[in-house]
C-alpha cells in the first residue's frame, strides 16, 4: 500500500511508520521534523500543517490510505479538506479522552461524546474536547472511509512521559537498593493499558483490511493493585511497600497521574474511576491482540533500564522526595 503518515517523527507515529516499511508498504511522511527523524525507509515530506499550503507539495498525488496522530483540530480540518480526494481510508488515532463520562466501568464505543472544540488549537485542558472535533472532521469528510482508533494510556519501549515505565523501574530500585516503595492506596481503582506495538498492529491491520467506524484499543480491564503485583514480580522485588491515602498524598502535594513529583496512573476525582476501565471487545473482535501485562512491563523494563534507572523522570517521585514523604509518613 501507499501509505501517508500525518507527523511521524514522535514515538506513535514513528512506530507507526517503522511497522509499515517492514510490512512492505511505502510510507510518507508530512511532517516539519523539528521532533526527530523518520524511521528508515520513509519519504519525508517537510511541511507546517498550521499554514493554508500544507500540502501543496503532495498535490496530485494519491495514497490508498492515511493516519494522523494530532491533537490540533485545525491540523486535522485542513488535512479533511486538502486530502479527501487523495487519500482512500483516513485512519485517526484519537483517545478515550473524548468520552463525556469518565465513571462508567466497561463502557464501549456507544458513550457520549464531548462536544467538538470550535477553536482550531488545542490545550491540555481541551486535549478530550479537541480530539472530539478531530473525529467529526474526519467522519464528516470521509464518512465509510473514515477509521478511529480511542486508545487509553499507551504503553511500552519509548514512553517518553515516564508513566508507564514508572512503576516497574520503581521496583527495580528498590530491588537493587532495597524498600520500601510509598504507593497510593488506590489498589482496587481500575487500570489497562496498550502496548505501543499492539496498538500499531491493530492500527495497520484495520488499515490493510479496511475498516471504518471506531473501536476502543484499550487493554485489558485490571486493577491498579494487580499492575503493581506484577511490575513487582517482572522487577524481582518483594520487599515493602507503603500505601498513602490518596487525601494524605495531595495535602503534601504529590501529584496524580503524570509529570514530576507525582505517582502516576491514579487520579483522585471520582468522576475519573473509569478512565482506565474502557471495554475493548469491539476490537478484540476486530482483531485486536494484546500481549500479557507481564511481558508488556518486562519489556519496559528493558527499555526502562537503557535509559537509566536513576535518570531524572518524566513521571514519579524522585528518591530523595519518597524517602522525606516516608518519613513524614510514618511520624
Given at each position: 500500500m501507499d501509505l501517508l503518515i500525518l507527523g511521524g517523527t514522535q514515538w506513535l507515529g514513528r512506530t507507526l511508520a517503522a511497522e509499515a516499511v517492514v510490512r512492505g508498504h511505502r510510507v510518507t511522511c508530512l511532517a516539519r521534523g523539528g521532533a526527530g527523524g523518520v524511521a528508515p525507509g520513509v519519504e519525508l515530506v517537510r511541511a507546517d500543517r498550521s499554514e493554508p499550503d500544507a500540502y501543496a507539495q503532495v498535490s496530485g498525488r494519491t495514497w490508498d490510505a492515511a493516519i494522523d496522530v494530532t491533537r490540533q483540530p485545525g491540523y486535522a480540518r485542513r488535512a479533511a479538506e486538502g486530502l479527501v480526494d487523495a487519500v482512500g481510508t483516513m485512519a485517526f488515532i484519537s483517545s478515550c479522552n473524548v468520552y463525556a463520562d469518565q465513571n462508567e466501568p466497561g463502557a464501549d464505543e456507544g458513550a457520549a461524546l464531548l462536544p467538538p472544540l470550535v477553536a482550531d488549537e488545542s490545550t491540555p485542558e481541551t486535549y478530550g474536547e479537541a480530539k472530539s472535533a478531530i473525529e467529526q472532521a474526519y467522519r464528516e469528510a470521509f464518512g465509510a472511509r473514515s477509521?478511529?482508533?480511542?486508545?487509553?494510556?499507551?504503553?511500552?519501549?519509548g514512553d517518553g512521559?515516564?508513566?508507564?515505565?514508572?512503576?516497574?523501574?520503581?521496583?527495580?530500585?528498590?530491588?537493587?537498593?532495597?524498600?520500601?516503595?510509598?504507593?497510593?492506596?488506590?489498589?482496587?481503582?481500575?487500570?489497562?493499558?496498550?502496548?505501543?506495538?499492539?496498538?500499531?498492529?491493530?492500527?495497520?491491520?484495520?488499515?490493510?483490511?479496511?475498516?471504518?467506524?471506531?473501536?476502543?484499543a484499550v487493554g485489558d480491564r485490571g486493577t491498579f493493585g494487580g499492575w503493581l503485583e506484577t511490575a513487582n514480580a517482572v522487577a524481582g522485588y518483594d520487599g515493602e511497600v507503603v500505601a498513602a491515602q490518596p487525601r494524605w498524598l495531595a495535602d503534601h502535594e504529590v501529584a496524580e497521574w503524570a509529570g514530576p513529583e507525582s505517582l502516576p496512573l491514579w487520579i483522585r476525582d471520582p468522576e475519573w474511576d473509569a478512565f482506565l476501565d474502557r471495554s475493548n471487545a469491539a476490537a478484540k473482535q476486530a482483531g485486536l491482540v494484546l500481549r500479557p501485562l507481564a511481558q508488556l512491563l518486562d519489556e519496559t523494563l528493558a527499555w526502562e533500564r537503557e535509559q537509566g534507572l536513576d535518570r531524572e523522570r518524566g513521571a514519579g517521585l524522585s528518591a530523595d522526595r519518597e524517602r522525606e514523604l516516608l518519613g513524614l509518613l510514618r511520624g
Open positions: 477509521l478511529t482508533i480511542r486508545p487509553g494510556l499507551i504503553a511500552g519501549p512521559s515516564g508513566r508507564s515505565g514508572y512503576w516497574v523501574a520503581r521496583a527495580a530500585r528498590a530491588a537493587r537498593d532495597g524498600g520500601p516503595v510509598l504507593v497510593p492506596d488506590v489498589l482496587e481503582a481500575a487500570a489497562q493499558a496498550i502496548h505501543v506495538d499492539d496498538l500499531v498492529r491493530f492500527t495497520l491491520d484495520s488499515v490493510e483490511r479496511d475498516l471504518a467506524g471506531a473501536f476502543n
